[in-house]
C-alpha cells in the first residue's frame, strides 16, 4: 500500500508565497536557523505545513500570502537582475518604483541585455513562468556585428552544444544589415545563462545589443526602459490558467510586517 502523501506544502514554498524570499533563498534561510515552526528552529526545508502551523522568522510571524501580482518592467542596460551584488553594481531592485511590494524576477537579464523583464510577488508564479514546460517562448531584438547569412545561422536552428551545454533549436530571423552590424529575432523555449551570446559566438558572431521584446503572451510594447506596469488580473488569470482566485492559505491573526524590499 502507498504511503500517503503529507498535507500541506512544502515550508520553502510557503514561505516564499508569504514574500519572504525566492524558494531557493528561503531553503538558504532555513538552513540559517532563521525560521521555526511550533516553536522548533528548522535546519531542513524538508517539511510540510498548514495554515495550522506557526511559522515565524526571525521571531515574527511571517504574513499572510498576498493575492498573486505580475508586473511588466523594462530593464535598461547595466543593471543586475539580483537583489544584492558582491561587486557593488547597481541592480534591478535598487531601482524599481518604492510604491511597488517586494518583488522576485522571473528568470534573468545579464548586465548589458535590457528589455522585458516580468515581476512577481509570488514564489509559485515565478516557478511556473520560468519552466521550460510552460512552453512560452521569449522573444528578442539581437544586433550583431558582421554580415550573416541563413547558412551562418543554421546551426541555431537546428539546436547545438556549447561547452558541454545543449541549447535547443531557436527561432531565428535575419531582419536586416545596418552598416557593420545586423539585426536579427530570435525566439526561444529556454533562458539558459548568456545562451543567446554564447550560441552566436558559437557560429562566429558577437552580439553587440540584446533586446528582449516579449516573454510567451507578455510583451514589452511602448514601455520605457525603467517603467513598471502591472498585468491586470483577469489577464493573469487568464493565462495561468486560474478558473478562480487561487486557494492561498491565510494564516489568521498573524501581524503582517513592514516592507523590507
Known sequence: MADTPPK???????????GVASRRDCEKII?????????????????????????????????APDTPRLWLYHKPPGLVTTERDEKGRDTVFDNLPDTLPRVMSVGRLDLN???????????????HLEL???????????RINGRPTEQDLAPLTKGMVVDGERFQPMQVQL????????????????GKNREI????????????????????????????PGEVEEVKQRVLKD???????????????RKKPANTR
Open 31 to 63: 538552513a540559517a536557523g532563521r525560521v521555526k515552526v511550533n516553536g522548533k528552529t528548522l535546519q531542513s526545508p524538508a517539511l510540510n505545513v498548514t495554515d495550522r502551523d506557526v511559522i515565524l522568522l526571525d521571531g515574527e510571524p511571517i504574513k
Open 8 to 18: 500541506g506544502d512544502r515550508i520553502a514554498k510557503v514561505l516564499a508565497r508569504a
Open 175 to 190: 531582419d536586416r544589415q545596418q552598416g557593420a552590424n545586423a539585426w536579427l529575432t530570435l525566439g526561444l523555449k529556454e
Open 239 to 253: 493565462q495561468m490558467g486560474w478558473s478562480q482566485k487561487p486557494k492561498l492559505s491565510p494564516r489568521k491573526g
Open 197 to 224: 551570446r554564447r550560441a552566436m559566438a558559437e557560429v562566429g558572431f558577437t552580439v553587440n545589443r540584446l533586446i528582449r521584446i516579449s516573454y510567451g503572451p507578455f510583451q514589452m510594447r511602448d514601455l520605457k
Open 132 to 142: 521550460p514546460s510552460t512552453g512560452w517562448t521569449r522573444r528578442y531584438r539581437v
Open 113 to 127: 541585455s535590457e528589455g522585458l523583464l516580468l515581476l512577481t510577488n509570488d514564489g509559485g508564479v515565478k516557478r
